[in-house]
């Protein structure tokens, strides 16, 4: 059991990542009924920008680049945390633009609307950044390691799966204990009577495509100093986004929570035995669960099964 504890809590800490990284592909998937294969790409986009802010030539004009390069870096990194997603959530007000002549038609349309938004936020990301890999700096205090029994362990994984279960659980409170949670969810599970209501459905779909946006943008730079910050590092992540709302049930938060687990523990374990079967065992267990509950685990009939 000491020889698995290691290989489970690496798989704790990446099913964490993973349900951070599946929830607002699941918020815009549960309300729109669309989708957003660009999610990938925005989550790049988070890493990118902060790692723009944190680097040594910031997007500002001399003066205030030097006073902001002499902020400590654990203020820099905070902002970035701000700050980013904000960047990002305003490239997802475009592409929401964008996909409303797309919506209560077939989701198809939809489909290849964000593949082709996709492409060119990783083509631009190339054409601004290069192709080399980036690193984001992280504040000392959470880098480095820490000695447990023989082992070190990393002290960003810790605090990479700390934040993402606070993010998620912010993320329930507002869903489950606001009036805009109370909108969105009834959103979901009927529009036309949130219209019929007089609830202004263009608006609620910009706000919860931006608010997808910016958990991706947020995923993406908690999870890249893990992952390191390349072009086609949103491939990385859309695949298991999708992967885990599938397995946890198309709109359900919690079994997108339980999901990202699941398929972390699988990554974990089976690397603990056979490395070369870590990244397959999701897709094994997306079968497995599958092909005993259609809709996943807690699913309900969506726009996957039009």
């Not at 897709?283 to 009939?301: E, H, N, P, S």
């Amino acid at each position: 059991m000491l020889d698995l504890l290691p290989h489970i809590l690496n798989g704790l800490t990446l099913g964490l990542l993973f349900a951070l990284i599946a929830l607002g592909f699941m918020l815009i998937v549960g309300l729109m009924e669309q989708i957003n294969l660009a999610h990938g790409s925005l989550f790049a986009l988070g890493a990118y920008f902060a790692m723009q802010l944190m680097g040594p030539r910031p997007p500002l004009p001399q003066d205030i680049a030097s006073a902001w390069l002499a902020l400590p870096l654990g203020w820099r990194y905070a902002a970035a945390l701000i700050i980013a997603p904000m960047a990002a959530g305003a490239i997802g007000i475009a592409i929401e633009f964008c996909m409303r002549r797309t919506y209560g038609k077939d989701p198809l349309y939809g489909l290849l609307l964000t593949f082709g938004a996709a492409m060119v936020i990783e083509e631009t990301i190339r054409l601004i950044w290069g192709t080399r890999d980036y690193v984001l700096q992280v504040p000392q205090a959470i880098n480095g390691g820490v000695l447990f029994g023989d082992l070190i362990w990393s002290t960003y994984r810790f605090y990479a799966a700390g934040i993402s279960a606070v993010i998620i659980g912010l993320v329930w409170l507002l869903i489950e204990k606001t009036p805009f949670g109370a909108i969105v969810k009834a959103g979901a599970h009927d529009s036309e009577i949130v219209r019929a209501l007089g609830i202004n459905l263009t608006r609620l779909r910009l706000l919860v495509f931006v608010f997808g946006t910016m958990l991706a943008a947020i995923a993406g730079i908690i999870v890249a100093p893990i992952w390191g910050i390349r072009p086609h590092m949103g491939v990385d992540a859309v695949i298991p986004a999708f992967l885990v709302i599938v397995l946890g049930g198309v709109g359900s938060f919690w079994g997108a929570v339980v999901a990202g687990l699941l398929v972390g523990l699988a990554v974990g374990l089976s690397g603990a035995y056979a490395s070369e079967w870590s990244l397959l065992s999701m897709y094994v267990l997306l079968v497995a669960v599958v092909t005993f509950r259609a809709r996943g685990l807690w699913g309900k009939k969506s726009v996957l099964e039009a």
